[in-house]
Each structure stands twice: as structure tokens, then as C-alpha cells.
């Protein structure tokens, strides 16, 4: 049957972790264990002084960043290998599509309403 | 030219050989299917990107009415994040038992994912509801409207993953872990996974950001 060889030359799927199986259980706890200390570290940041105040929004963003990026590891197994190289380029078109729009937006709309007529 | 039957082809064959890179034959189909699940995702990503985009420019815009600030209970959202967030752990251990043919556990996974999607949006419907209740609701300001769309838009991803979830344990107890029904749960599991991504954006830009504006 093909099943037997499949896994053994294929390319990676996202969110498979095929070519380690013993690991797996150990992952999903280490991804959850760090997703919960960042999560932590996000509310405590931004409900605290511990961070220089106007830094706050910042240091939530970086943040985020992190966490967002154990969960593409450590739960959708999005590895640097060779494998998941079709998965990377799909992530990366899309990551650049969401940063065209977000910072895109803000800046425009901040530029108009920096050049707006004051209303008083 | 000799034709080698899939099954006769070495293990050894290098990995530059390897289907879907040109050598080998096409990619499986399992391989394709969940490439063009992560496809669907990732523009379901640029979707959740403008509704970003509309709050992050409208967030100032409260008309007079109700800031985040005075709005948002951070316990709730707290409680809120760690609900989907374990559901996204029972869901990978759920994904897991599937593949190594373990029905039992899958269920008991399944079930544990289901319960803690279904608290995390309890938590959010009942805020919106008490939010509404306030008269602050989704027409009190440009702020509001785009928090209901933003945080509206994942509560409902959240609410149809949680139907295609009861749809996926019926077929898994009907047809057991047959190859298509763990190709459906390796989609569900990218959904979901994908939906706790969504929410460190919501809860650091909404929530966190939102309350120590």
C-alpha cells in the first residue's frame, strides 16, 4: 500500500508533525506552557508600570509577535525545514498581504486626519 | 522505460526526489488537501486583517460614548484567552489520537475542545449582551462598530467551528478514522488552531491595548 511510504518522503502538511511522533505529546505541552507565559506576560505588561509607560503598547505588540509565532511552530508544526518550504512561502504571501493593509490603513487614515481642518 | 509500482520505491529515495518537488509523482492527496486548507486560512487571515484595520483607525472615534477603557473586564478576557487556548491544546492532542488511530481518546480530546470553545463563547456572548444592555451597543459609535464586527467576525468562526466539530465527531462515530474523515479533522484542527492565532491579535490590540489607551 502507498500509506506505509507516504509519510516517509512527502511534504510536510501544516499542523502534522510527521516525522517525529514520540515528540508530539512533548510539543503541544511545551507550545502551551510558552503561549501561557506570554499571554501572562501580556497582561501583567500592560496593567503594570514594569515596562516604561509609553513603551507599553509596544512591548504588548513584540509580545504577541512571540506568541503568535510559538503557535505556528509548536501547534501548526511550521518548521524551517526543507519539507514545509511551500507552507513557509504561503505564510510569508499572506503575512505580507496583512501587513500591506494594517500599517497601510493606519498610516493613511492618520495622515488625513492630521491634515484635517480643525472642527472648532 | 521501467515503470516502478508506487509501493516498490526504496525508502531510501533522497528527499530531493520527493513528490510534490517534481520528482516521484504528485504530492498525496491528504498533502493537497491541507495545503489548500492553509491556503483558505491564510485569506481568511487578510480578511481578519482589515477588520484590524478598521478598528485600529476607529478605536478613538467613541463619539462621546463609552471608552474600551471604561467597557472592557479584563478578567473575563483573561479567562476568555486561557479557555481558547487549551481548547487549541486538546485540539492538537485531539489531531494527535486521530492520526495514531486512537478513537477513545480522539473523543474524549473532542469533547474537552468542544466544552472549552463553547465557555469561551458563552464569556464573550454574555459580554456583548451586558455591553448592549449599557447602550453600548454596535450603533453607539464608530469605535463599537468596529469592536462588534472585529471581535463579532471571530466569535462566529469560533461558533461554526464548534458545529463542523459536532458534524466531525457524528462522522467519526458513523465511518470511523477513515482517510477522508482525517483529512476533515486535520482541516478543523488548522481552523482552529488558526482562530487562537486571531485571538492574541484581538485580545493585545482590543483588550490590553484598548484598556491602557
Redesign the interface.
Known sequence: MTDTYEHLFDDRTPGVEEHEPTASYLSYTVGLALAILATIASFVVSQTDLLWPPGIPVGLIVLAFAQIGVHLVFFLHLGSGADSTNNILALAFGMLIVFLVITGSIWIIANLNSNMMSMQ | MTIVA??R?P?S?P?E?????GG?GP??K??VV??GF??FI??D??M???L???Y??LRDNTAGGPTGAELFN?RNV?IE??CL??S??TC??G??SA??RQPGRFLIFAVLTFVLGAAFLFIEVSEFARMVEKGAGPSRSAFLSAFFTLVGTHGIHVASGLVALIYLGGQMIANGLRAAVLRRL?CW??FW??L??VW??V???VY??G??H
Do not use: C, K, P
Not at chain 2, 526526489?17 to 518537488?21: M, S
Open positions: 508506487i509501493d520505491l525508502t529515495v528527499t526526489l520527493a513528490r510534490g518537488r516521484g504530492a498525496s491528504r498533502v491541507a495545503y492553509w491556503i491564510l485569506s487571515m487578510v481578519f486583517s482589515a484590524f484595520a478598521a485600529a483607525v479584563l483573561f484567552t486561557m487556548l487549551f487549541s491544546y492538537g492532542l489531531a494527535l492520526e495514531r486535520l484542527s488548522l488552531h488558526a487562537d492565532i492574541v491579535g485580545f493585545t490590540l490590553l491595548m484598556d491602557w
